[in-house]
């Protein structure tokens, strides 16, 4: 009789026992479940922001790069070497804005495509105005002195200033941009397409780089980039 309750004793144990090791784990997830959740999140798209064409990347002549301009759906933005803004540029109708990191409107660059005046924040004022002269450009002050002049050269352009003396010439050589002082010394340098005409714009030194760049960006831009 002993022998008996032992036997089914034994019998209970070993029943329970295979059906603790049959039943899966509570709280794990069924396979199905964790594939249909990993291709879901995989399938997430991703917040990118709107860019518009390449940037236009000028370096130095140690080849680092100093200041980029990435174009937008409704402008552009200019960033230094180390990706940080410094000025925004947005098309307002035929207008170009120019502001800084903080919003703060630094300037207007109006008119085209022979004539652009630069416009203080209120445009109640005319700063600097850059008119087509020959095959080449004029850049004046407020009071109509010269400031600088460029002429096309040889597929490049030489900027002049107010003494007549160069003091930057753009050379184009095979698919490379660059600035160079009288000595010959690169100063910046693209690989990306730009006209000299455009590029030379950098070279109006007494300029704050944000207008410079605002100026450049406006002869790049064909007439038609202005959205209202």
Do not use: N
């Amino acid at each position: 009789m002993k022998l008996r309750v032992l036997f089914l004793v034994g019998l209970g144990l070993s029943g329970a026992l295979a059906c603790s090791q049959g039943a899966p784990a509570s709280g794990a997830p069924p396979t199905q479940a964790m594939s249909a959740t990993a291709a879901a999140s995989a399938a997430e798209p991703h917040a990118e922001p709107k860019e518009a064409g390449a940037k236009l990347k000028f370096k130095d002549g140690d080849d680092r790069e100093r200041f980029s301009l990435k174009p937008k759906d409704d402008g552009a933005k200019l960033v230094d070497g180390e990706d940080q803004e410094l000025a925004r540029y947005k098309w307002k109708g035929g207008e170009l804005k120019v502001s800084g990191p903080d919003d703060a409107v630094l300037a207007y660059v109006t008119g085209g495509p022979d004539a652009f005046q630069v416009k203080d924040a209120a445009r109640s004022a005319v700063r600097y105005t850059l008119t087509r002269e020959g095959a080449g450009w004029k850049l004046t002050d407020a009071q109509g002195a010269v400031l600088y002049t460029v002429a096309s050269d040889g597929g490049g352009a030489s900027v002049k200033g107010a003494s007549g003396a160069e003091e930057i010439h753009v050379k184009v050589r095979d698919g490379k941009l660059s600035l160079r002082d009288p000595s010959g010394k690169t100063l910046l340098a693209t690989k990306q397409p730009v006209s000299p005409d455009a590029a030379a714009c950098l070279g109006f030194s007494s300029l704050d780089l944000p207008v410079r760049m605002a100026l450049l960006f406006r002869l790049q831009s064909p007439a038609g980039a202005a959205s209202p």
